[in-house]
């Protein structure tokens, strides 16, 4: 059985915010707040993949911590900066 793509969008909101312990109206701030962009269906419904789900919960436990979202929003970005540097590093190191 092939593994299934992370990035596949599969959960609509109600079933995200179950996933993750959040009230439906937190992962909607949370997007107007850029924090994460999930993909829409034809009809415009939201689509969450086990990506946006493992961002939500890492947007979760930042919360917890007490940091707020202009915060949050940094980390996030300077985590997919350094990922991305990574990727790139790792393939100019295959090359």
Do not use: C, W
């Amino acid at each position: 059985m092939a593994e299934r793509d992370t990035r596949t969008p599969l959960y609509g909101i109600a079933v995200a915010a179950q996933l993750v312990d959040m009230p439906e109206a937190t992962l909607r701030l949370f997007e107007r707040k850029g924090l994460l962009t999930p993909s829409r269906s034809d009809g415009g419904t939201r689509r969450y993949s086990d990506e946006d789900i493992d961002r939500l919960r890492r947007v979760g436990r930042l919360r917890d911590e007490g940091m707020n979202i202009a915060g949050i929003g940094r980390v996030l970005e300077l985590e997919d900066e350094n990922a991305g540097l990574r990727e790139q590093l790792s393939a100019e190191r295959e090359e």
